[in-house]
């Protein structure tokens, strides 16, 4: 499907916050960004504004928009709400999941473990800036198939925004290391033994041992 000139301006911006290129409190220029993806000021505009309606960004009065610098409460409470929305979804897809999402689970949780590998490869077992986009991208498309078997698409977009801050906020932190990405593939594992199993109580404790292990993880780094 092809995006209109709006959504392609926000996905460009988004990416860009996504890969650390504006840290936490960094201005955006509307027409610094416009003249680098090259498109008048209108669209990057309407992106911001989006972006701000997320949380990504605030308006400062005469000065410009920032991008935001979230302080370890609103950090603690992403993750609250995604242990309460994911452990729920868990449950539901273990209740719901079919042979041919059941297929994609495992299929993605395969890219896992390939990612892990991988880095097993690199120096000091670190992964590289490539390595850790594509596995945060199939760690993403893992947690959204399993909100999507669970059917709620409100859930699955209040997660979504969720991660994408998490993501955002916990870019510059987090270091995705062997031990890092293995303990994510073993506790995917887990989530996903459960569900195959149909076992809905298993399938959302695994979930929440996940997510609280994962902000565990991001609030060890961010007091770095």
Same mark, same amino acid.
């Given at each position: 499907?092809?995006?209109?000139?709006?959504? =392609?301006? %926000?996905? $460009?911006?988004?990416?860009?916050? !996504?890969?650390?290129?504006?840290?936490?409190? #960094?201005?955006?220029?509307?027409?610094? @960004?416009?003249?680098?993806?090259?498109?008048?000021?209108?669209?990057?505009?309407?992106?911001?504004?989006?972006?701000?309606?997320?949380?990504?960004?605030? %308006?400062?009065?005469?000065?410009?928009?920032? *991008?935001?610098?979230?302080?370890?409460?609103?950090?603690?409470?992403? %993750?609250?709400?995604?242990?309460?929305?994911?452990?729920?979804?868990?449950?539901?897809?273990? !209740?719901?999941?079919?042979?041919?999402?059941?297929?994609?689970?495992?299929?993605?949780?395969?890219?896992?473990?390939?990612?892990?590998?991988?880095?097993?490869? &690199?120096?000091?077992?670190?992964?590289?800036?490539? @390595?850790?986009?594509?596995?945060?991208?199939?760690?993403?498309?893992? =947690?959204?198939? $399993?909100?999507?078997?669970?059917?709620?698409?409100?859930?699955?977009? *209040?997660? &979504?925004?969720?991660?994408?801050?998490?993501?955002?906020?916990? =870019?510059?932190?987090?270091? &995705?290391?062997?031990?890092? *990405?293995?303990?994510? %593939?073993?506790? =995917?594992?887990?989530?996903?033994?459960? $569900?195959?199993?149909?076992?809905?109580? #298993?399938?959302?404790?695994?979930?929440?041992? &996940?997510?609280?292990?994962?902000?565990?993880?991001?609030?060890?780094?961010?007091?770095?």
């Amino acid at each position: 499907m092809m995006l209109t000139l709006k959504e =392609h301006v %926000y996905q $460009i911006i988004l990416e860009k916050l !996504e890969r650390g290129d504006v840290p936490p409190g #960094g201005r955006l220029s509307d027409e610094a @960004l416009a003249k680098e993806i090259g498109v008048s000021r209108s669209p990057v505009r309407e992106a911001i504004n989006q972006l701000a309606s997320k949380g990504l960004i605030e %308006y400062r009065p005469r000065r410009g928009s920032f *991008m935001k610098l979230p302080d370890r409460k609103e950090m603690e409470q992403l %993750y609250e709400t995604r242990v309460a929305l994911e452990g729920f979804a868990a449950a539901k897809a273990a !209740e719901r999941v079919d042979e041919a999402s059941l297929a994609q689970l495992e299929g993605l949780n395969r890219d896992l473990l390939d990612a892990v590998k991988q880095c097993r490869c &690199h120096p000091d077992k670190m992964a590289d800036q490539e @390595l850790t986009d594509r596995f945060l991208a199939v760690d993403l498309d893992f =947690h959204l198939r $399993i909100l999507a078997v669970a059917g709620n698409p409100k859930i699955l977009e *209040m997660v &979504h925004d969720c991660k994408i801050l998490i993501r955002v906020f916990g =870019h510059v932190p987090i270091e &995705h290391d062997l031990r890092l *990405m293995a303990n994510t %593939y073993r506790q =995917h594992s887990r989530v996903l033994r459960s $569900i195959r199993r149909r076992d809905a109580e #298993g399938a959302r404790n695994s979930m929440l041992r &996940h997510i609280v292990a994962a902000c565990d993880a991001v609030l060890a780094g961010c007091a770095k």
